[in-house]
């Protein structure tokens, strides 16, 4: 039996990515390897951390074995831990990477890991190039870069800014369905679940709350329909019982949001659920919704976009990055521009159409998205 180990966040960490290791794991478990995943001891320094905690207090992943070893910021870990997996002697090593930051350390282990001459080291590149740029961005990542055998990136854009750093193999594979998060339910179990409104019309913004996501934005296109007047118009009366909800922990200064509501006078029409969405709660938020919304001003993919083909909730996505490819229009959701203007008119539009023009395809587009798709191409990559 091939051995594989995954290094990259694992419980107890929180997110997506270590939801992603997770199913990753068992994904390469399920295909006949023995995998396990080396996690971080310590994944960043508090004073670097946006959140409230790194931790959860869900329950470890069952049938997966997680060695939490790995510290970010202490060069001697690095060697250590890389040694040991040297010594491990895994056939392939996948490594996560989605920050500059940590370029030193997995660049400094998977150097050691080389040293056995048989470990073969495939990235999975989130990002190359950081949506918030940071000094020591491009060095740290050559550094790591120049350490691994191949590449999977799950976005065009991804792929594009892999190859100002190098010309190794890479493919592009999508980024596959969470499947982890259960059986979704009905949208009037989710929202008498959540204590939501039984009635009326609710928009999704669902994940971390930074400024490359553009949730302000979604405010300002929440205000501009807000403000047309309903007489006369089938469209804006058709939405006159609108609410956004907000789910998830923001990640950067709260008190400018704030600011920006209470500005744009539109507090009645928000519903914010602004603290971590633990993982047994996220299938409820996406199926109490009726359209998600992704107002990105910049991105490479997403993780939010597998969750609303998995729970098959249509999308509002902006024109940026990968994520057109992700959603086409018209079909599985509707891209707009960047902008509130665009954005309002691209929600309005979902209300005209309505939801059942979009299942159809949801339902056709997610079966393009498997784990056992992601395995192979690792596979194929391994030189």
Known sequence: MQKVIIIGPAHPLRGGLATFNHRLA????????????????LQYPSFLFPGKSQYTDDPAPEKITIHT??????????????????????DIVVVRYWLPFMGPALGTILRRIRKNKKTKIICIADNIIPHEKRPGDIPFTRYFVKACDGFITMSE???????????KKALLVPHPLYDTFGTPVSKTEAREHLKLPPNGKILLFFGFIRKYKGLDLLLEAISAISRQPSAGSDQTSEISDLKLLIAGEFYEDEAAYQALIDRLDIRDLLILRTGFIPDSEVKYYLCAADLLVQPYRNATQSG?????????????????????????HMKSGLVAEPEAASIAGAILEFFRLG????????????????????????IDLVP
Not at 31 to 36: L, P, Q
Not at 69 to 90: E, F, T
Not at 157 to 167: E, H, I, S
Request: aromatic share 12%; charged share 20%; with cysteine.
């Open 26 to 41: 068992k994904a390469f478990a399920d295909s006949g390897y023995d995998c396990s995943i080396w996690s971080f001891s």
């Open 69 to 90: 070893r790995i510290n970010a910021i202490n060069p001697l870990n690095w060697i250590q831990v890389g040694s040991d997996i040297a010594k491990a002697a895994p």
């Open 157 to 167: 854009k991804v792929l594009k800014d892999l190859r100002q750093f190098t010309q």
């Open 304 to 328: 939010v976009t597998p969750l609303a083909y998995y729970f098959e909730k249509p999308m509002v996505v902006t024109n940026v990055g990968g994520l057109p490819a992700l959603v086409p």
């Open 355 to 378: 939801e059942t023009h979009f299942i159809p395809h949801l339902r056709s587009e997610k079966e393009k998205y498997s784990w056992t798709n992601l395995v192979n191409a690792i």
